[in-house]
């Protein structure tokens, strides 16, 4: 199991150089907007730069993928197929997507979402492995929508936020097909992605058996600070050669 640490468009050489130093990988948020799927010199430079560490791509947050639409699913789809493709590109280990629910007073929303979502994460395929990722929904959302084939990355600051479930509970309902975590905090009012919160994010840590991407967005020297207590919890279960 391997530490990521997540990485955008501002801060992507200060967390390169920290992914170096700390021999973890980094998780790359360039692509979670639809426009950089299909900026060609970008993803050239930037396969090139992360060539030595390893790398999760997180796919476009905006994925409509219960739309009854035709023409907004096809269109949802060639994006996320596009974000497939450049993952391959990076030798990523996954690829990262929001499930894309949102609550509704409208009769019968739940539904259609699940139907939804269900038919639209079946046919999106790997390699590399794919990977739904908890926004607003619950673990009964999740456990309805996550096909046979694809996995859970539990977004431990938007179970927070946004559930009652605590991370325990994910744990038991999910267990082995869990395969990322976004370890971030908040104060149960906003999605803040911090290290300070209502959460213990080391006791976290040492619960979770898979990958996971520290998602936070503080000042550089205070995730270098958390770094080493993060990797300490993990002593004897990380491993970057897996
Ligand atoms: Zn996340």
Request: net charge positive.
């Amino acid at each position: 199991m391997s530490i990521f640490i997540s990485a955008g468009e501002e801060d992507f050489r200060e967390k390169l150089d920290l992914a170096k130093r700390f021999s973890v990988g980094l998780e790359l948020l360039h692509f979670t907007s639809y426009e950089n799927l299909y900026n060609r010199k970008k993803i050239n430079g930037l396969v090139r730069e992360t060539r030595d560490v390893p790398v999760v791509i997180h796919a476009p947050y905006e994925v409509v993928s219960f739309s009854t639409d035709r023409i907004v699913r096809k269109f949802v789809m060639a994006n996320c197929e596009r974000a497939l493709k450049i993952a391959r590109m990076f030798r990523a280990r996954r690829a990262i997507f929001h499930a894309g629910y949102y609550s509704s007073k409208s009769k019968g929303h739940d539904e259609k979402f699940t139907k939804g979502a269900l038919n639209f994460f079946s046919g999106l395929r790997g390699p590399p492995e794919i990977a739904v990722e908890n926004v607003r929904e619950d673990i009964n959302l999740m456990k309805v929508i996550l096909s046979p084939g694809k996995k859970l990355c539990l977004d431990i600051g938007h179970a927070n936020l946004y559930t009652n479930q605590a991370v325990p509970d994910w744990i038991r309902e999910f267990g082995k097909r869990m395969t990322h975590a976004h370890l971030h905090n908040n104060d149960g009012t906003e999605d803040s992605h911090r290290i300070s919160g209502y959460m213990d994010l080391i006791s976290i840590a040492k619960m979770l058996k898979c990958d996971m991407s520290l998602e936070v967005f503080d000042p550089i020297h205070d995730i270098e600070r958390l770094l080493p207590d993060i990797l300490d919890a993990k002593k004897g279960q990380h491993n970057q050669s897996e």
